[in-house]
């Protein structure tokens, strides 16, 4: 297996979940990845649920995934995303529930485990968003393999470290860092370390509202983003019908 297609945060739109779906369908993949956070904010995370067992081989728990069985975790949250989290948990019957408890905060794969699929950061710091070169040098503390997968940030963006000690003090300075464009290939150099973040299918956060996924080839060694259109309406009108606070649907005609 050598072609894989990697999802995240999809947070319980499925609209945007069923775009990505249909089009990862069309790209020759061998299997699907998902980095977590599959429910909270979005009003169908049963169904979200149901069809990330039926497609993805492999699947790490998210934060928002915890919270729904961790009521602990949820108290950190801010209020809409508390909010929706309490009414996650309210909708969910017991084996979605389970599902969601089973799952495995991280996972290897790949020829040697040569990928790391985590949600939020590989390694423990002072923030768990690997938003900046910054924030990245120190995660790569964590990252022994070739690739590490990595979500929760809704930003698509791949960072490169030089060398493949994770023991070696990294700096801001020392990292590249690549904002990934539609279906450009970012080539994964042998002898380097990449983190990698195929962006959000159900709630994007870069100002682009389309449903974002990536492919990781193992092959051609390359990392390559696709964005999705999906009926964006019918999103925020079934968060609106759910009575779920208004500023998680409107945030999706925006990508913000």
């Given amino acids: 297996m050598n072609r894989y297609a990697v999802i995240s945060d999809i947070h319980g739109n499925l609209y945007a979940l069923q775009a990505a779906i249909a089009r990862i369908a069309t790209l020759q ?11 909270g904010y979005g009003p169908h995370p049963g169904e979200c649920l149901d069809l990330v067992v039926k497609y993805c081989t492999h699947v790490v728990q998210g934060n928002h995934d915890e ?3 961790d009521p602990d975790c949820a108290d950190a949250f801010n209020g809409a995303a508390r909010e929706a989290i309490y009414w996650t948990r309210d909708v ?3 084996l979605h529930l389970n599902a969601l408890n089973q799952l ?4 290897r794969l790949g020829p040697d485990e040569c990928v790391m699929c985590v949600h939020d950061n590989p390694y423990p710091g002072p923030t768990d968003y690997v938003h900046d070169k910054q924030i990245a040098a120190l995660a790569f503390r964590g990252v022994n393999t070739h690739i590490c997968l990595l979500g929760h940030t809704h930003v698509p963006m791949v960072f490169e470290a030089p060398g ?3 023991e070696e003090e990294l700096t801001a300075a020392s990292l590249t860092a690549y904002i990934p464009g539609h279906e450009v290939d970012i080539r994964l150099e042998p002898g380097q370390r990449y983190i990698c973040n195929p962006g959000s299918v159900g709630q994007p956060r870069d100002c682009d509202p389309r449903a974002s996924f990536a492919v990781l080839d193992l092959s051609r060694q390359t990392f390559t983003v696709y964005r999705e259109e999906y009926d964006v309406a019918a ?8 009575g779920l606070p208004t500023i998680l649907a409107d945030r999706l005609a925006i990508g913000a």
């Fill in 29 to 39: 993949i061998d299997e699907v990845i998902c980095l977590g956070d599959i429910v």
């Fill in 67 to 69: 919270a729904v069985v």
């Fill in 92 to 94: 969910l019957g017991p």
């Fill in 104 to 107: 495995r905060s991280h996972q």
């Fill in 164 to 166: 493949s000690n994770p």
């Fill in 235 to 242: 999103a925020q009108a079934a968060t609106q019908q759910a």
